[in-house]
């Protein structure tokens, strides 16, 4: 599967962004999908993962009640949409499909571009 992620961009504290990863090359409503994020000088984390049916969700604790992770089977994409952005949010955001576990582990399979979100402060 292919994955095209874009959305990221500039924005002040406590703003808003919505990020979007659109995918081909297979059944999207086969895949389970996540989000990632690498900022600079670290090791790229789990941000959200979202099932097949977009039935559950997982989020990482830092960016819970902040962030909601959402997918439109018909179109093929998943979304990011990300409020109270924080400076610590800042990282490139990579999209991932695979298959998603009990626990919202997902085995991922394929990895999008990434895309550079940058809050400043």
């Known amino acids: 599967v292919q994955l095209q992620a874009c959305g990221g961009g500039l924005v002040q504290t406590g703003g808003s962004l919505r990020l979007s990863c659109a995918a081909s090359g297979e059944p999207f409503d086969r895949l389970g999908m996540g989000w990632f994020r690498q900022a600079p000088g670290e090791e790229r984390s789990f941000v959200a993962t979202?099932?097949?049916?977009?039935?559950?969700?997982w989020y990482a604790d830092a960016v819970k009640g902040r962030f909601i992770i959402s997918r439109d089977n018909a179109k093929s994409t998943m979304y990011l949409q990300m409020s109270n952005l924080k400076p610590e949010d800042t990282a490139v955001y990579y999209c991932?499909?695979?298959?998603?576990?009990?626990?919202?582990?997902?085995?991922?399979?394929?990895w999008g571009q990434g895309t550079l979100v940058t809050v400043s402060s």
């Open positions: 979202i099932t097949w049916n977009g039935g559950n969700t």
């Open positions: 991932a499909a695979g298959a998603t576990t009990s626990r919202g582990n997902l085995v991922t399979r394929s």
